[in-house]
C-alpha cells in the first residue's frame, strides 16, 4: 500500500509539474499576442495570460454568470442606486461582465465592492479598471481574505491565478494576507442587489460568519467546490438566510454555479 501511495504522489506531482509548465507556456504566448478587445460599453478586455483566458471564456463566451446578472438587474428599484459584491473578483472579468451589462440597460449610478485575495492579482485588478470607469460608475477595491472576521490567513498561489485557495496544495507560493471585515466595507450599504462568490473553497468560512452581509443581499451566486467544502451545509447556510430559491447555472466534477434569491 505505501509503495503503491509513493507512486500515486510522484504522478500527481508529475501532473502539476506539467501543468505549470503548460500554463508557463500558453500564458507567454497569449501575453505576447496582446489580445484586447473592446466591448460596445466602450470597456477593454486585457487577454494577459492563459488563465485570462479560461476565465473570460467562462464569463463572456459561456455566460457562466448570465442567469445571476439578468435577475438581479431585472428587480432594480427605480430612484435607489444599486449595489453589488464580488467576492474573488480575480483581474476582474466579472466586475467588467457586470459593468457592460449596466451600461447596455442605462444604469448611470451604481457601486461594486470587489474583493481579491492575491496581492499580485490585485494590483492587476487596480490596473485594468481605474481608467475605464465612467461618471457616477463607483468601484472599490479590497484586498485580502473572505471568511473569518479577524486575522490573518494563508493563500496558497501557483502560476494559474485562477486557483489561489486557502486550501494548501503542492508547489504553491504561501502569502500571509489579512481577513477583511465586510461588515465595515457594507457599513454604508443598506441592500446588496447581487452578491457573488467565488473564493476556491472559503465559501463555508464566508457563510458561517458573515449572517449580516446575506441578510442584506436579495440575490447571490456562489461557485461551490465540494472537494474543498462541504457544499449541503453551504446551501443550508444560504437558504436559512432567506434566499430560498434556487436554479443551478453550471456543474461539472470540479464546481458548480448556483443561484440564490429571495
Known amino acids: 500500500m505505501s509503495g503503491?501511495?509513493?507512486?500515486?504522489?510522484?504522478?500527481?506531482?508529475?501532473?502539476?509539474?506539467?501543468?505549470?509548465?503548460?500554463?508557463?507556456?500558453?500564458?507567454?504566448?497569449?501575453?505576447?499576442?496582446?489580445?484586447?478587445?473592446?466591448?460596445?460599453?466602450?470597456?477593454?478586455?486585457?487577454?494577459?495570460?492563459?488563465?485570462?483566458?479560461?476565465?473570460?471564456?467562462?464569463?463572456?463566451?459561456?455566460?457562466?454568470?448570465?442567469?445571476?446578472?439578468?435577475?438581479?438587474?431585472?428587480?432594480?428599484?427605480?430612484?435607489?442606486?444599486?449595489?453589488?459584491?464580488?467576492?474573488?473578483?480575480?483581474?476582474?472579468?466579472?466586475?467588467f461582465y457586470l459593468i457592460d451589462a449596466l451600461r447596455r440597460r442605462r444604469v448611470g449610478r451604481f457601486a461594486v465592492k470587489a474583493v481579491e485575495a492575491s496581492p499580485t492579482v490585485f494590483r492587476k485588478l487596480q490596473s485594468r479598471l481605474e481608467t475605464q470607469l465612467q461618471p457616477g460608475e463607483e468601484v472599490q477595491l479590497y484586498n485580502g481574505l473572505v471568511g473569518c472576521r479577524s486575522g490573518t490567513g494563508t493563500l496558497f498561489e501557483i502560476g494559474y491565478h485562477g486557483m489561489a485557495s486557502t486550501v494548501p496544495r503542492r508547489l504553491s507560493r504561501a502569502t500571509v494576507v489579512p481577513y477583511l471585515d465586510l461588515e465595515h466595507i457594507c457599513a454604508d450599504t443598506e441592500t446588496i442587489d447581487l452578491l457573488k462568490c467565488d473564493i476556491e473553497g472559503a465559501e463555508e468560512e464566508f457563510l458561517s460568519h458573515w449572517k449580516p452581509i446575506l441578510d442584506k443581499t436579495r440575490t447571490a451566486v456562489f461557485e461551490f467546490h465540494p472537494a474543498k467544502c462541504d457544499v449541503a451545509r453551504c446551501k443550508e447556510m444560504v437558504i436559512e438566510n432567506g434566499l430560498c430559491h434556487r436554479r443551478v447555472l453550471h456543474e461539472d466534477d470540479g464546481a458548480s454555479v448556483e443561484l440564490f434569491w429571495r
Open 4 to 95: 503503491t501511495g509513493a507512486e500515486s504522489d510522484r504522478i500527481a506531482l508529475k501532473e502539476k509539474i506539467l501543468f505549470r509548465i503548460k500554463n508557463a507556456v500558453r500564458s507567454a504566448l497569449i501575453s505576447r499576442a496582446d489580445i484586447q478587445a473592446t466591448l460596445s460599453s466602450g470597456l477593454t478586455i486585457y487577454l494577459q495570460s492563459y488563465a485570462d483566458w479560461i476565465i473570460y471564456n467562462e464569463i463572456f463566451a459561456d455566460g457562466e454568470y448570465r442567469g445571476a446578472v439578468e435577475l438581479a438587474l431585472s428587480t432594480l428599484e427605480a430612484g435607489r442606486k444599486p449595489v453589488f459584491v464580488d467576492l474573488g473578483a480575480n483581474v476582474g472579468f466579472f466586475t
